[in-house]
T-cell receptor, first 112, second 115 residues
Framework: SQQGEEDPQALSIQEGENATMNCSYK?????LQWYRQNSGRGLVHLILIRSNEREKHSGRLRVTLDTSKKSSSLLITASRAADTASYFC????????????FGTGTRLTIIP | DAGVIQSPRHEVTEMGQEVTLRCKPISGHNSLFWYRQTMMRGLELLIY????????DSGMPEDRFSAKMPNASFSTLKIQPSEPRDSAVYFC?????????????FGPGTRLTVT
């Protein structure tokens, strides 16, 4: 079964607005990763946040992690048409020596 | 670096035929992963290798699927015999380290259609 579950399943916003996607998981993790997938392409790694970190930034991306609530959020600020893609969270359990488990993804559409 | 290379990009075959998917990981990466993506089941890990050794093959659907990694720069995923339900996009990914401690770099995928 999928460890990470993204919410919402689909999101449409106007270009320039901020987009927030959430991920919930069930068991303890070593780290949590966010990936982007453009239509017809492979996944691209965005950010890895470890269980002892609470927030991480990369350009227009901000990821938070709340291990007490077993949840993470991905914020994309000042969205662009090129941000249109599916976004997946992936959880790494335990020691980090086990496999990543991907969620079902959020389909983000940026309206120009 | 060219990234992870997969071939073929598209494969159409008839039920019962053998299918071989190929992957070249990023040079210097010591872990390689095979995933399958479908609308119904999402992204599923089939098998992963660390230093050319299979570590976790619990996701391999059945005996019709087999994977090999004869050296650090090449891996194959074979389906024999293929069935229509095997139709999916198959991704290969590689990473610097084992398991899930490192980011994974995905190839462009092979879209397999079994008729």
């Amino acid at each position: 079964s999928q460890q990470g579950e993204e919410d919402p399943q689909a999101l449409s916003i106007q270009e320039g607005e901020n987009a927030t996607m959430n991920c919930s998981y069930k068991t303890s993790i070593n780290n949590l990763q966010w990936y982007r997938q453009n239509s017809g392409r492979g996944l691209v790694h965005l950010i890895l946040i470890r269980s002892n970190e609470r927030e991480k930034h990369s350009g227009r991306l901000r990821v938070t992690l709340d291990t007490s609530k077993k949840s993470s959020s991905l914020l994309i600020t000042a969205s662009r048409a090129a941000d249109t893609a599916s976004y997946f969270c992936a959880t790494a359990p335990g020691s980090g020596n086990e496999k990543l488990t991907f969620g079902t993804g959020t389909r983000l559409t940026i309206i120009p | 670096d060219a990234g992870v290379i997969q071939s073929p990009r598209h494969e159409v075959t008839e039920m019962g035929q053998e299918v071989t998917l190929r992957c070249k990981p990023i040079s210097g990466h010591n872990s390689l992963f095979w995933y399958r993506q479908t609308m119904m089941r999402g992204l599923e890990l089939l098998i992963y290798f660390n230093n050319n050794v299979p570590i976790d093959d619990s996701g391999m659907p059945e005996d019709r699927f087999s994977a090999k990694m004869p050296n650090a720069s090449f891996s194959t995923l074979k389906i024999q015999p293929s069935e229509p339900r095997d139709s999916a996009v198959y991704f290969c990914a590689s990473s610097l380290g084992g398991g899930s401690s490192y980011e994974q770099y995905f190839g462009p995928g092979t879209r397999l259609t079994v008729t």
